[in-house]
């Protein structure tokens, strides 16, 4: 046989009622505290992305100074500029055939750099990486722990 409790009262209608408006009042809590947070993010993603923006634009701005400033330098080192500069500043143009040169002894020239060619990079036989990084941690752990050698061995 199976028994059946019952209650001897019922709760009071009030206590139902602050029940629910208890937890009415968490939901409405809880969506407030949520919507604050979604706000907070948005409002923070905005600045942010307003920033980039403002940042942007600024980098802008300067590549087309620099732009500006580039070609003002290389209009004004130009050749027909500079031979305007040479005549105001008092030099001469002179016939290429009466120039005089003098050969002076044990001079050289000017020396080149030398410029490494690709088969050199190419050929070249030191290792990209060094050993160190290419063994895995059981032929480390192998080597130095379970195997020390008598001499002691000081890593790369």
Sequence with gaps: MKKTVKQAYKQAPWRIQIQRFGFIALALVGG???????????AQSATAGI?????ESKRANLENENASLLTEWARLTSA????????ASG????????????????YTGKELPEIETVSSVIGSTSPIIKPSYTQSLWEWFYEYILIPDSNLKVLP
């Design 51 to 55: 920033k980039i923006q403002q940042l």
């Design 32 to 42: 407030t505290i949520i919507a604050f947070l979604y706000l907070n993010i948005s």
């Design 80 to 87: 027909i500029e500079m031979e305007k500069r040479a005549l």
């Design 91 to 106: 030099y001469q143009l002179i016939d290429p055939e009466d120039v005089i040169y003098i050969v002076v002894e044990g």
